[in-house]
């Protein structure tokens, strides 16, 4: 447990980066069935190790890990999509869960006093779980409003989830190449806002850090 806990932010990324760019590695076919959602478990299971440094409302975080990973294991199983209700429930689980475990590696970065390899990781994870809530926000605006955006692969709902991640990391990371465009005045604002986000984690959590490394390097 011990272990798990000390290296809960280079699991958190590793898994994370394994499912997202894990398709470019495997076989489309076995990725999707079976690699997919095992790394997406791991990567929820590496953020209730980052939760569980929370003293506050352990038990509370706790709990919201066991029911998204419930919900997770019954979608690979039986698929919430055939249950709209479910889907919706699903949805809200994994976007409250990924928002308390990015405001948790905030939180301990903002807090340390010594910057380690551990606190770098936990700089990276941070910005890659902002791209994650980022694209839950997306998403809702295009569920709730289809055609909120232009530019999207709507071929099938998962062309159009990927399509919506592409853009929340692109507008994250401030490149935006224009492909896919918000339409509506509420998807241009929370385009506006996805920028900000990047820019003020850059500026201000990144700059924290630096500079506490700078001021340890000068002891």
Known sequence: MDAILKYRFEAFLI?????????????????????EPLF??????????????LNEFRILYTSLFII?????LFDWFFGVEHYT????IHFAL?????????????????????????VI?????GFTALGLISFFMLLSI????????????????TNQA??????????????????IVPTTHIAQKATILVGLLGQFYLVIITGVVVGKYINQQNK
């Not at 998204?68 to 997770?72: D, Y």
């Open 142 to 157: 295009e569920s709730a409003e289809p055609g909120s955006f232009s530019g999207l692969d709507t071929s099938n709902e």
């Open 15 to 35: 898994s994370f980066c394994l499912l997202v760019f894990g398709s470019l590695f495997f076989p489309h076919q076995i990725f999707e069935s079976i690699l």
């Open 94 to 118: 994994l976007s409250i869960f990924y928002l308390v475990v990015t405001w948790a590696i905030i939180r301990e970065v903002w807090h340390t006093q010594e910057v380690t390899r551990n």
């Open 121 to 125: 990781f936990g700089v990276m994870g």
């Open 68 to 72: 998204t990973l419930a919900f997770k």
């Open 85 to 88: 209700y479910l889907s919706v």
């Open 40 to 53: 997406l478990i791991l990567n929820i299971s590496a953020g209730l190790a980052i939760i569980y440094q």
């Open 162 to 179: 990927q399509s919506l991640l592409y853009m929340a990391y692109i507008t994250l990371m401030s490149i935006g190449y224009g492909d």
